[in-house]
């Protein structure tokens, strides 16, 4: 099962003005994602340059709804970002190859 993730930031000028403390819970947030981009889950990640407000997105395959929330929930960034979650029906994924 897949979901697409977006992310609500604090402010709309939260990527231009992140505290130190708020910089170093989004490197975390990168780190833990990027891992579980390297299991496999999460499929594609990152900001989107939105004209109207940069945001962020995900895409990740789990098992159900539960997972995701699961993983969610441990995210540094938590509490920082909030997060819309969608199930995406019939999601197409490219093979690349090995």
Avoid at 66 to 72: D, K, N, R, S, V
């Amino acid at each position: 099962m897949y979901f697409f993730v977006r992310t609500q930031n604090p402010r709309p000028t939260f990527h231009l003005d992140m505290t130190p403390e708020e910089r170093e819970i989004m490197r975390k947030h990168v780190g833990y994602w990027t891992e579980w981009a390297r299991a496999g889950v999460a499929i594609a990640f990152g900001p989107v340059a939105d004209p109207n407000g940069v945001y962020g997105i995900g895409v990740y395959r789990v098992r159900d709804e539960a997972e995701m929330q699961g993983l969610l929930a441990k995210d540094p960034a938590l509490g920082l970002l909030s997060y819309e979650v969608l199930p995406m029906a019939n999601a197409v994924i490219a093979d690349f190859g090995s």
